[in-house]
């Protein structure tokens, strides 16, 4: 199983990026899927996390500001960030808890990572 994430780059303050996450090999589902960031001295953080169903989770920091979306049938998670802020600089990785049976234990599996740079 591979997750291929893309969509980071430069991008001034106020502005907008779209991040996706395509999940490829062997997979029967995906259960819980998310995008989290690592910015320079800091500690790993969720940013946001969407189950199969469309439950959703947030770090306060992006409320109003990013969504989380999925597309089962692409095997494929989307972050659209807005109003972008110097503070959300960093490098943003995904995750999917994949079965690769029906009845099987879900394993993570992550993203190689995307940069985003919000800088003027």
């Known amino acids: 199983v591979q997750l291929q994430a893309s969509g980071g780059g430069l991008v001034q303050p106020g502005g907008s990026l779209r991040l996706s996450c395509a999940a490829s090999?062997?997979?029967?589902?995906?259960?819980?899927m998310g995008w989290y960031r690592r910015a320079p001295w800091k500690e790993r953080e969720l940013v946001r996390s969407i189950t199969r169903s469309g439950g959703v989770n947030y770090a306060e920091s992006v409320k109003g500001r990013f969504t989380i979306s999925r597309d089962n049938a692409k095997n494929t998670l989307y972050l659209q960030m807005d109003s972008l802020k110097p503070e959300d600089t960093a490098a943003y990785y995904c995750n999917a808890d994949i079965k690769h049976l029906s009845g099987s234990v879900p394993i993570t599996y992550w993203g190689q990572g995307t940069l985003v740079t919000v800088s003027s």
């Open positions: 090999g062997s997979i029967f589902s995906i259960t819980f």
